[in-house]
């Protein structure tokens, strides 16, 4: 069975532009779930998707967006981007069941200059 | 609001036990998990534990709560050089599927 795949794995921006990353979760997992890890904040939550729609949203400015697909596939997005956005992006499916068992990605690391 | 705690760093010898300790504020919580992440890669679930549970096993690893002190630890065993990593202690809250994270313990560990 094919794990979490995030596209890209690594992209490089400038401040100002808007970037995309993807997120196919394992298959017949409904749930996904975007964290940011950076060295200083550690992993905050940004967001969860359950069948397209979102059920939770982190402390993050309305820069920071996603959406979630019929096919489960999520993408987040991320506008006029600025340093303190470098980051790695890591996306999780889950069963979403009773527990939160999440099954991460590698993730995509973004650094913006 | 909800916080995870734990210290940043831990070193060992193949061969110890490691303990990775613990403690999170939010009472409501219903279950505590432990990922296990290593260099440039996600993170991995190693095992959970419902909050109603004082202790659970699996394999090397022994997780046990003190849901009174709101305080977690993971014991891992006959420690490895693989088992170098970090090791994140997450808790979710009721009726979400929010996970917290702590900052992560790196357990170094020395051949």
């Known amino acids: 069975k094919a794990g979490v795949t995030q596209t890209p794995r690594y992209l490089i921006k400038t401040r100002g532009q808007q970037v995309t990353l993807s997120c196919s979760p394992i298959s017949g997992h409904r749930s996904v779930s975007w964290y940011q890890q950076t060295p200083g904040q550690g992993l905050q939550f940004l967001f969860e998707y359950f069948s397209e729609t979102q059920r939770n949203k982190g402390n993050f400015p309305g820069r920071f967006s996603g959406r979630q697909f019929s096919n489960s596939r999520s993408e987040m997005n991320v506008s006029t981007l600025e340093l303190g956005d470098s980051a790695l992006y890591l996306c999780a499916s889950s069963l979403a069941t009773t527990t939160g068992e999440l099954f991460f990605g590698e993730g995509s690391r973004l650094t913006v200059l | 609001g909800e916080d995870v705690e734990q210290s940043l760093f831990l070193s060992v010898r193949e061969g110890d036990s490691s303990v990775i300790n613990c403690t999170y504020t939010d009472s409501s919580s219903t279950y505590l998990y432990w990922y296990k992440q290593e260099p440039g890669a996600g993170l991995q679930l190693l095992t959970y534990i419902f909050s109603n549970m004082d202790m659970k096993q699996d394999q090397r690893l022994t997780v046990l709560l003190n849901k009174k002190d709101k305080h977690l630890s993971l014991r891992i065993a006959d420690t490895q050089t693989g088992d170098s990593a970090i090791y994140f202690c997450?808790?979710?809250?009721?009726?979400?599927?929010?996970?917290?994270f702590g900052k992560g313990t790196k357990l170094s560990v020395i051949p």
């Open positions: 997450a808790e979710q809250e009721a009726g979400s599927y929010q996970l917290t």
